[in-house]
């Protein structure tokens, strides 16, 4: 029997005007009044949307488990298409109704009435009050899949207190099996079974194929395992694949020594929610009892490399032992340690001549960590390329030495042949030791190292930035020595001010941390002419300075968007994201 649609119902929700149906793929038309189902769900989708298009088949595969169950449930595609022939493409691949793509008014209506401002979007509701059960459908439908049906509060709530029940009373079996699967996967096929697990610890290595972080990662990690088996260690890794094509997991798994959940198992996705999964590479460690341990420890093993097995299981005695090790590396570093590797001795200057790395020992050598596709990267040379002649000019004990991340060898030359320094080669294994060691998260990056091979700073770029040339040679005492002068150049300033950049109140001159200049958009320290309301800060140099006439800022900001468009543009690789002046491992 039809379900009753009252006018706080799905049929005054879903009619529009004078129409008072729904279609199908096929074309044929639905009277609104005829539709079953207790429990309706809105679809606000679109073609031309990646994450619609990931979550459509999620969507399918439940809405045809909950049809084969004889669960009461429908779902009405809302269209955020371009035009009828994209509409059309993707309509065919869904199994449910929809509002008619002709019915812009219709449609638009149902956006403005949920106040949909992104998609995919599921509002999911009771078909015969109009009741909205939830409005973070996508999410429910992704985490809990089926068994979040009907998806009302009181389920919801349900499936939360019984995830925490599950947590309380944790073991290997609960983490890892599910009704129909008691076994994981080796490489070979093999199916072994989750009880051998028992009494071991368990790392779960969540993975994607093709993602360079978590390669250089599954890399290191599996030498440690490795080392571990060898040494009597009760440890197994569990792969727990993130990826949708099966032949990539295949081809990535075939290269780990350990087990895995099987790829598509929907286990993989329960633990992703169940760990609260928010970066890759994580490695949760689960103990021999069967409890987690820890989140993740990728951490640990990414900034101790193979040393990290020596710290398992990662107890905090053991990492105080990493510690000190890593403290007494640290202040052994030198020049060499950092620049040699076996026959690898040399830097390159142009032309590819080599430059041998014992000719920079005793001068202070900045690490830049760039490449050619980095935008912030590139509107950054021309500044460096400016200080480092600046420095030079009175400083013949300083050197700079370029880390590529190109891609390729045209686009490393390229961007090499405007620097007026030294260079690794592009392929050269040295890179990684080097990204690694100073745990370069972005770039542009600069890191100091001192005359005695020891690091100064890890932040060079900020203190050339707000300093200049004056920041050399980039130890705390120079930059203290600076402040000071600052300090004494701000006794003869004034207190308040107004300026033409912000009239609506007076500017007071206050001590800072780092900050953004609104005027020059550069970074600032020390000093500011501030306003806290609005939030804005000005150089002292940018709020007492005459004003530059407007053909002079013109002329200077053509000359800066030409110099860095005629670097090239290129897009950042996969897994990077450019914002904020730095392109950063997503």
């Known amino acids: 029997m039809a379900a009753e649609t009252t006018d706080a119902g799905i049929g005054a929700i879903l009619a529009a005007g004078e129409r008072d149906f729904l279609v199908r793929n096929s074309g044929e038309q639905v009277n609104i009044s005829s539709i079953e189902a ?42 955020g298409d371009q035009d009828e022939e994209a509409f059309n493409a993707y309509f065919a691949k869904m199994p449910w109704l929809a509002i008619p793509f002709s019915d812009s008014e219709g449609r ?48 919801i709530n349900e499936l939360k207190e019984q995830e925490k029940a599950a947590k309380d009373n944790q073991t290997i079996h609960s983490v890892l099996s599910s009704p129909s699967r008691d076994y994981l996967i080796s490489n070979k096929g093999d199916k072994v ?11 779960l290595c969540f993975v994607v194929s093709g993602y360079g972080p978590v390669e250089e990662f599954t890399a290191v990690l599996a030498k440690i395992y490795e080392k571990l088996k060898e040494v ?26 350990w087990l895995a959940i099987p790829q598509g198992d929907k286990m993989c996705e329960k633990l992703v929610r169940y760990f609260e999964l928010s970066n890759l590479p994580t490695l949760v460690l689960i103990g021999p009892d069967g409890k987690t341990l ?87 040379l021309p500044t460096l390329v400016k200080e480092y002649n600046k420095i030079k000019e009175k400083n013949s004990d300083f050197e700079i030495i370029f ?38 998260r972005g770039i542009p990056s600069l890191v100091a190292i001192g005359p005695t091979g020891q690091t100064v700073t890890k932040d060079a770029k900020s203190l050339l930035m707000i300093h200049g040339a ?16 600052l300090d004494e150049m701000a006794k003869g300033w004034p207190e308040k001010l107004k300026h033409e950049l912000h009239d609506e109140h007076e500017l007071v001159l206050m001590r800072r941390g780092t900050y953004g200049c609104d005027g020059c958009e550069e970074m600032g320290s020390t000093w500011s002419y501030r306003c806290d309301e ?45 914002e904020g002046g730095v392109c950063r491992k997503a």
């Open 38 to 79: 207790n429990t309706v769900a809105l679809y606000f989708s679109a073609s031309w949307c990646p994450p619609c298009r990931r979550f459509t088949p999620k969507l399918i595969e439940l809405y045809k488990e909950l049809a084969s169950q004889g669960k009461s449930f429908e779902v009405v595609f809302v269209s």
């Open 108 to 155: 638009e209506g149902l956006d403005g009435r949920f106040k949909v401002r992104g998609i995919p979007h599921l509002v999911i509701l009771d078909a015969k009050t109009g009741e909205v059960y939830t409005e973070d459908g996508v999410e429910f439908v992704s985490e809990y899949g089926v068994e979040a049906y009907p998806f009302t509060p009181e389920r």
């Open 193 to 203: 079974p989750i009880s051998e697990l028992e009494g071991k610890y368990v790392g």
């Open 232 to 257: 009597g260690e009760k440890f197994e890794v569990v792969a727990v694949s993130l990826d949708n094509d099966e032949s990539a997991f295949n081809e990535s798994f075939a290269n780990m020594p």
């Open 294 to 380: 820890n989140n993740n420890v990728a951490d640990i093993i990414d900034e101790h490399g193979l040393e990290a097995w020596e710290g398992f299981p990662f107890s905090a005695e053991k990492l105080e032992i990493l510690a000190e090790k890593a403290k007494a590396k640290a202040a052994s570093q030198t020049l060499q340690s950092l620049l040699v590797s076996g026959d690898l001795d040399f830097v390159i200057g142009k032309n590819g001549a080599k430059v041998p790395v014992s000719e920079l020992v005793g001068k202070t050598v900045l690490l830049y960590f760039s490449a050619k596709w980095c935008g912030p990267c590139r509107a950054f």
């Open 403 to 440: 880390i590529s991340s190109d891609r390729d060898q045209s686009s490393f030359d390229e961007f090499f042949s405007d620097m007026p320094w030294l260079a690794l080669p592009l392929e050269d294994e040295r890179k990684a030791f080097l990204k690694k060691t100073f745990k370069i």
């Open 470 to 485: 004056d920041a050399f040679p980039f130890t705390e005492e120079r930059i203290e020595e600076l402040q000071k002068q």
């Open 534 to 578: 609005c939030d804005f800060d000005l150089h002292p140099k940018c709020a007492l300075e005459e004003k530059k006439s407007e053909e002079e800022e013109e002329e200077k900001e053509e000359e800066e968007e030409e110099e860095v468009e005629g670097k090239g543009t290129e897009e950042a690789p996969d897994g990077y994201v450019c």
